[in-house]
């Protein structure tokens, strides 16, 4: 059975303020035609500007992924594209009238609840897959990123720091729309206390609070609604790294691990995998289609 490209049936809207910048952001989504993929469309001061998500427009990783092309940047696209990317949307257009997307209650479930809301609908082109032939291991001191070759994506996390609120978490997810919505969108986005006023004095966080974030304090999690989930924080790590894989621009059969990687790590990965092209291959129908596919440019990555 061929595999469609999907869309979404209709344009739908939301509201908020971006995490770091503390602007307010209106975004946008709006069906795009096959063979697009996920572009955004970026409005402001009355510029505008086209990013299209293909791995090779990461300008920044810090904290949070930001896109760029001609010094317009869009900061904070992980946690949208990881609801896109997991609802399997291949096309899309994302207006934003902003320098960053909304943060929300810094999960994807309001993405995800969104895409929902829109609809999402079959389109005719035969969907295209990266397959992972063999494996890609990134590993540096006390972290390493890896994927392997699988007939379905899946994701093993876990994650080590030292503190006394949060030691050691793992995470196995095997991906799927449904267990998405119900294993990881919901998993918020966190920070530790002692980091939340050096985050402010660099000029990040600005829009950051307890409504958007769960920050851990010296005893235990701040937040008087506690955790969503026990393991909240390794749920939310694999949250970021899928929206960060999604920057590769299309869907993954590949089993990954990762231990204490981020959004630096992530990109490296997708880095890697668009340079290593020997290691993969683009698949229609489970059938190799030609070299058509990602662009080969150097992009700069800053730590
Ligand atoms: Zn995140």
């Given at each position: 059975?061929?595999?469609?490209?999907?869309?979404?049936?209709?344009?739908?809207?939301?509201?908020?303020?971006?995490?770091?910048?503390?602007?307010?952001?209106?975004?946008?989504?709006?069906?795009?035609?096959?063979?697009?993929?996920?572009?955004?469309?970026?409005?402001?001061?009355?510029?505008?500007?086209?990013?299209?998500?293909?791995?090779?427009?990461?300008?920044?990783?810090?904290?949070?992924?930001?896109?760029?092309?001609?010094?317009?940047?869009?900061?904070?696209?992980?946690?949208?594209?990881?609801?896109?990317?997991?609802?399997?949307?291949?096309?899309?257009?994302?207006?934003?009238?902003?320098?960053?997307?909304?943060?929300?209650?810094?999960?994807?479930?309001?993405?995800?609840?969104?895409?929902?809301?829109?609809?999402?609908?079959?389109?005719?082109?035969?969907?295209?897959?990266?397959?992972?032939?063999?494996?890609?291991?990134?590993a540096e001191p006390g972290r390493r990123l890896a994927i392997y070759p699988a007939d379905e994506f899946s994701v093993d996390f876990t994650i080590r720091f030292d503190h006394p609120a949060l030691r050691y978490q793992r995470f196995q997810y095997v991906a799927s729309p449904e267990g998405f919505i119900s294993e990881i969108a919901r998993a918020r986005t966190f920070c530790f206390l002692r980091e939340v006023e050096a985050m402010r004095a660099k000029g990040l966080a600005q829009g950051g609070s307890l409504d958007n974030a769960v920050v851990i304090g010296e005893h235990g999690v701040l937040n008087p609604e506690g955790l969503r989930y026990s393991d909240e924080f390794v749920r939310h790590k694999i949250l970021d790294l899928i929206g960060d894989l999604s920057l590769l621009g299309y869907p993954i059969l590949g089993r990954v691990e990762a231990e204490c990687a981020?959004?630096?790590?992530?990109?490296?990965?997708?880095?890697?995998?668009?340079?290593?092209?020997?290691?993969?291959?683009?698949?229609?129908?489970?059938?190799?289609?030609?070299?058509?596919?990602?662009?080969?440019?150097?992009?700069?990555?800053?730590p």
């Amino acid at each position: 059975m061929t595999a469609r490209q999907r869309t979404i049936e209709r344009a739908v809207k939301i509201s908020g303020v971006g995490l770091h910048s503390g602007r307010p952001a209106t975004l946008a989504l709006i069906p795009a035609p096959e063979d697009s993929g996920i572009v955004f469309v970026q409005n402001v001061d009355g510029r505008r500007s086209e990013i299209k998500v293909d791995g090779s427009r990461v300008v920044e990783t810090m904290l949070s992924t930001t896109l760029g092309i001609d010094g317009s940047n869009v900061h904070t696209v992980e946690h949208l594209l990881s609801a896109v990317w997991s609802l399997g949307v291949d096309n899309l257009f994302v207006e934003l009238d902003s320098v960053e997307v909304p943060i929300l209650d810094g999960s994807a479930f309001p993405f995800a609840e969104l895409i929902r809301e829109a609809g999402i609908r079959e389109q005719n082109g035969a969907r295209r897959v990266i397959r992972i032939l063999s494996p890609i291991v990134l590993a540096e001191p006390g972290r390493r990123l890896a994927i392997y070759p699988a007939d379905e994506f899946s994701v093993d996390f876990t994650i080590r720091f030292d503190h006394p609120a949060l030691r050691y978490q793992r995470f196995q997810y095997v991906a799927s729309p449904e267990g998405f919505i119900s294993e990881i969108a919901r998993a918020r986005t966190f920070c530790f206390l002692r980091e939340v006023e050096a985050m402010r004095a660099k000029g990040l966080a600005q829009g950051g609070s307890l409504d958007n974030a769960v920050v851990i304090g010296e005893h235990g999690v701040l937040n008087p609604e506690g955790l969503r989930y026990s393991d909240e924080f390794v749920r939310h790590k694999i949250l970021d790294l899928i929206g960060d894989l999604s920057l590769l621009g299309y869907p993954i059969l590949g089993r990954v691990e990762a231990e204490c990687a981020g959004h630096r790590l992530n990109v490296e990965m997708v880095n890697c995998i668009r340079a290593q092209r020997d290691r993969w291959q683009l698949e229609e129908s489970g059938v190799r289609v030609g070299t058509a596919v990602l662009p080969t440019e150097a992009q700069s990555v800053s730590p």
